[in-house]
């Protein structure tokens, strides 16, 4: 069986959860009121999204990769080895 094309918010929130590991109902409801969330469609007054619009909204909330201090030190101290 197929998945569904749509996701309901409470199913996005889910979704996002899951795959990301942030995002809520409650916050998707928020951005779709003030702005800043990712695109939405109205299906008969129900809010759907596609994860496609999700994964693509997701990613640009996370940052790109960091090293910290420790490990900038340690790749130098690597580098100066013989």
């Given at each position: ?5 749509f996701l309901r918010r409470a199913q996005a ?20 009121a003030r702005g800043g969330g990712p695109a ?21 909330k996370i940052g790109q990769p960091a090293v ?15």
């Open positions: 069986m197929s998945e569904a094309k929130g889910e979704y996002l959860q899951r795959t990301f590991g942030f995002c809520t109902a409650k916050s998707l409801a928020h951005y779709a939405y469609r109205k299906a008969g007054g129900v809010v759907v999204y596609t994860r496609e619009d999700l994964d693509a909204w997701a990613l640009t910290t201090a420790a490990g900038h030190r340690a790749m130098a101290t690597e580098g100066d080895a013989p």
